[in-house]
């Protein structure tokens, strides 16, 4: 009795199998050099994230208690000359916004 021989996989077959392999696995790089790189910038906001709390607040207390004077005419005229003139770019505005309960959650994530 002859054995018949079991026929070869089609190159075509193969080819796609290949290139849906080596697709995987750049998306599988591609998804841990994303992780990576989130979890870089998730500790750079984590170190300056009290530093911006902490400059709303003293924005809004010279705000509040028109420490901004006699030297400006207004709190704008003081965030215009003071910071934005310094540090400016198109789209800066010195608007100072008292923290929302919501955004402490992450200065509570570190205390026991």
Not at 1 to 22: D, F, G, N
């Amino acid at each position: 009795m002859v054995r018949k021989r079991k026929s070869p996989v089609p190159v075509q077959l193969l080819k796609q199998v290949r290139a849906r392999e080596r697709q995987e696995m750049q998306d599988r790089k591609l998804a841990r050099e994303n992780a990576e790189r989130r979890s870089l910038l998730e500790d750079i906001i984590d170190r300056g994230f009290q530093t911006f709390l902490e400059v709303g607040s003293a924005l809004k207390e010279i705000k509040e208690r028109k420490l901004w004077s006699p030297e400006y005419a207004s709190f704008e005229d003081y965030c215009q000359g003071r910071w934005v003139g310094p540090y400016a770019t198109p789209t800066m505005s010195c608007a100072p916004r008292v923290p929302h309960r919501s955004l402490d959650h992450r200065s509570r994530r570190t205390k026991p």
